[in-house]
């Protein structure tokens, strides 16, 4: 939907309801949070970023049929099962979201990491099926904000990484006219996510203006979750949201996050650091 027909059916939209192109009943997820969650036990299962096992996890949830999956996202998956391939070609019209909406397993495993490793690491989980350097250096910047948020970093913080984005990535620019009707590309998206982020001042004023704006609002609404949840904290999080959502996925969500923190390098190490987490929840 545009803003125009979101504003004429809901007048501003701040609750689930369901419905929508896809039909959902009142609290299911998408695709974000699906292929976030499968990223995930693909880290877990093989304890490291193993290029195989993240693809096999993708290919696991594809074979669920999902309710919605991504042109791009398909096609890698179809294209691993058929020739055992990783790496899909690099491709300079594969800028989409896809990679990114599912990017948060990355930054809760790697936290702590070197970030050359962290680079190597979003590279290798996005490029099953992305691989475009452009939606790249918008993704790690992604894991970046979300990971400074996890670590006590402050809006302003988060604002001077995107800024850094764009310095090397003009197309990012996200100070120009308000984005309205984002579509799959990622620049659309995280201009997007930016706006919406630093110009309000909470969790739930962030997220209502993100998915006003209608178009791919699943995906903006679940990255921009994933960077409000810990720069905002756990209790930010609207308790009617979380009331409304589909428990076992919720329950899911908070189990795997906790595993992954546990398996991250600064856990494993650095357990006098203090770490802002919660449970942020895309889709």
């Given at each position: 939907?545009?803003p125009?027909?979101?504003?004429?059916?809901?007048?501003?939209?701040?609750d689930?309801?369901?419905g929508?192109?896809?039909?959902?009943r009142?609290?299911?997820?998408?695709?974000?949070?699906?292929?976030?969650?499968?990223?995930?036990?693909?880290l877990?299962?093989?304890?490291?970023?193993?290029a195989?096992?993240?693809?096999d996890?993708?290919?696991?949830?594809?074979?669920?049929?999902?309710?919605?999956?991504?042109h791009?996202?398909?096609?890698g998956?179809?294209?691993y099962?058929?020739?055992?391939?990783?790496?899909v070609?690099?491709?300079?019209?594969d800028?989409?979201?896809?990679?990114?909406?599912?990017t948060?397993?990355?930054?809760?495993f790697?936290l702590?990491?070197?970030p050359?490793?962290?680079d190597?690491?979003?590279?290798i989980?996005?490029h099953v099926?992305h691989?475009?350097?452009l939606?790249?250096?918008?993704t790690?910047?992604?894991?970046?904000?979300?990971?400074?948020a996890?670590?006590?970093g402050?809006?302003?913080?988060?604002e001077?990484?995107?800024?850094?984005?764009?310095?090397?990535?003009?197309?990012?620019?996200?100070?120009?006219?308000?984005?309205?009707?984002?579509?799959?590309?990622?620049?659309?998206?995280?201009?997007?996510v930016?706006?919406?982020?630093?110009a309000?001042?909470?969790?739930e004023?962030a997220?209502?203006?993100?998915?006003?704006?209608?178009g791919?609002?699943?995906?903006?609404?679940?990255?921009l979750g994933?960077?409000?949840g810990?720069?905002?904290?756990?209790?930010?999080?609207?308790?009617?949201?979380?009331r409304?959502?589909?428990?076992?996925?919720?329950?899911?969500?908070?189990?795997?996050?906790?595993?992954?923190l546990?398996?991250?390098?600064?856990?494993?190490?650095?357990?006098?650091?203090?770490v802002h987490?919660s449970?942020?929840?895309?889709?």
């Open positions: 939907m545009t125009r027909e979101i504003r004429d059916q809901h007048g501003e939209h701040r689930i309801i369901g929508g192109w896809l039909r959902l009142k609290g299911r997820v998408t695709d974000d949070t699906e292929m976030s969650l499968a990223l995930g036990r693909g877990l299962d093989a304890g490291d970023i193993d195989r096992t993240i693809a996890a993708f290919s696991d949830w594809m074979h669920t049929k999902p309710v919605d999956i991504g791009t996202v398909r096609r998956i179809s294209l099962r058929r020739a055992g391939t990783t790496e070609p690099e491709n300079e019209y800028a989409g979201n896809g990679a990114c909406m599912r948060l397993p990355i930054a809760l790697t702590g990491a070197h050359d490793a962290i190597r690491a979003n590279r989980q996005a099926t691989h475009n350097a939606a790249d250096a918008g790690f910047t992604v894991i970046r904000m979300v990971q400074t996890m670590l006590g402050s809006r302003h913080e988060l001077k990484l995107a800024e850094t984005l764009v310095a090397t990535h003009p197309s990012y620019r996200f100070d120009r006219k308000r984005t309205e009707n984002p579509g799959g590309y990622i620049v659309e998206t995280l201009r997007a930016f706006q919406a982020l630093f309000t001042a909470g969790f004023a997220m209502i203006d993100v998915v006003n704006r209608g791919d609002a699943d995906t903006t609404g679940a990255i994933m960077i409000a810990p720069l905002y904290g756990i209790a930010s999080l609207p308790k009617r949201w979380l409304t959502l589909d428990k076992p996925t919720l329950e899911a969500c908070r189990a795997q996050a906790i595993e992954l546990t398996a991250s390098p600064i856990l494993a190490h650095h357990t006098d650091r203090a987490t449970c942020p929840l895309g889709g």
